[in-house]
């Protein structure tokens, strides 16, 4: 089992897929993986789980496999449609 989120990570929670994408923010959390980009057609659709990744597993969330197809994103976490 990962020990941890990485960047380009696939992961389910709650019946929702998305992958890790880095941080956008410009403070010093930017190096910690943990912002997931949810596979919705909502361009904001992040949330924010660095440093939680025991917590993620524990409350339902997994790593997916690798060749999962998004509907709504594309591997980088950008909608598909811009």
Do not use: C, Q
């Amino acid at each position: 089992m990962n020990k941890g989120f990485y960047l380009g990570m696939k992961v389910s929670k709650d019946n929702e897929i998305g992958i890790v994408v880095p941080a956008k923010e410009g403070t010093a959390w930017d190096e910690e993986p943990g912002i997931i980009r949810w596979d919705t057609p909502n361009e904001k659709d992040l949330e924010d789980w660095r440093g939680l990744f025991g917590t993620f597993i524990e409350s339902g969330g997994s790593e997916i496999h690798s060749d999962t197809e998004f509907k709504f994103i594309k591997e980088n976490g950008d909608l598909k449609n811009t």
